[in-house]
C-alpha cells in the first residue's frame, strides 16, 4: 500500500520531533516534581534531635543511613595541634599527579606564614592511586611537606563526593580548632588577605572595604561600624550561589534520572571549587551526611546537607568560579578564580597583587 508523500513526511516529521524531545529530556522535565513544594530526600523523617545526639556522642534514635569510613595512613594530625586557635584552613582538593600544583600553591596563597598574627593551614586532600611510582612520588612530598593527607579511597573524579566528606570528617577528627575553614579546589587563584577581609564582614564584602578608602564623616563612619554587628555568621556556608535545575538530555556529563534526583531544582548550592565553612557549619553539616542519602556530585551533596540542616548559603560575586581574565586592577577584591593551574601564571599574578596589597 502507498501512503501519499505528504501523509510520509509529515509522519517522519513527527517521528524526528519525538526523538529530539526525548534526546533533550523533555519528557522527563514533564515528570519532575516541584522543589518547593514537595522536597523530600532520604532520610525523610525530623533529622534535627538525631543529628544533635550524634553531635553529643549518644547513641541516636534512628541509627544512620549513610556514613563514610575512612583509613586515614596519612592523617597531618599534627596539624592543628600545635596552636590553640587557628583562624583558617585551607582544604585543598587535589588530583594525585599535580604534585606541581601543590608546590604552586605551598609558594603562594597556601603559605601558612603569610600574615605573622594569623594562624592559617594548609592541606591537601588526595585518595589512592593505582601506580606505583606516583605513590612514591606521593611518600617522597609527604616526608618533605607533611601536609597531603591520604584515605583509602580511588582517587577519581567519579569520588569527588568521597573527597569532600574525607575532608569534613579530617575537620571533625582533627582539626576542630579553626574558626573557618576554605575548601578549594588545585586550579585556582585565591587571595588570603581578601578572604580574611571578606570573613570579617561576609555579607558587606567588598563594599566595606571600598568605603574605607573614601572619606565619611566620623557620624556617619560610627554608624556603619555598629551596624556591622548584625551579622550573625556562626553558621556560614559561602561562595557563587547557584540556583540551578537538574539536567535531563542524555548527551550531558550531568545527566540525572527523575529516579536518581526527582525534582525540578537543586538546593541552592555553592559551586565546588571554592567555598567557606564556619566551623559550626561544617560540623552540622557533617553530622547531617549520616541521614543524607550519598550524591555523586559534590557541590550537590554538600547543598542537600546545608538544605537539610536549615543553613542559608551566602552569595558573593568575588568568589569566580571560571577564569576571570586577569589584569593588575580587575584582581583588587578578587576571592578566588578558577583557572590558575600553572603554577608559573600563578606565582606571577598572586606576586603582583601581593605588592598592590590586594593577596
Ligand atoms: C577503608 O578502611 C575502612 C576501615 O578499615 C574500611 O571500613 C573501608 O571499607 C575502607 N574503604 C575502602 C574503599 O576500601
Ligand atoms: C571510586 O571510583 C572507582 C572508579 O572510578 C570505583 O571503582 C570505586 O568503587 C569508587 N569508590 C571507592 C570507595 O573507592
Ligand atoms: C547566632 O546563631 C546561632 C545559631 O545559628 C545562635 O546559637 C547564636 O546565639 C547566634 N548569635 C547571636 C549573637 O545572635
Redesign the pocket.
Known sequence: MLVPTRKLSRIVLVLISFTILYIFGVHNHLFEINFYEDFHYPYDGNIEPLVEQLKNNLTPDVPPINSY???YYRSCAYKCNNVKKLKLVYIIKSAPENINKRIGIRQTWGYEKRFSDVEIRTVFLVGETKTKVLEQSLDEEYRKFTDVIR????DSYYNNTLKTMMGLQWVNKYCLNSEFYMFVDDDYYVSTKNVLRFLRHPKKYPDYVKELFVQVPTFLRTKRELSNYEENISRLYAGYVFQSSPHRHFTSKWYVSLEEYPYHKWPPYVTAGAYVLSKHALIDMYYTSFYTKHFRFDDIYIGLLAYKAKIEPLNCDEFHFYKLHYNKLNFKYVIASHGYGDPQELLQIWTEQKSLGNA
Open positions: 569510613n575512612f583509613k584515605a583509602n579511597f580511588t
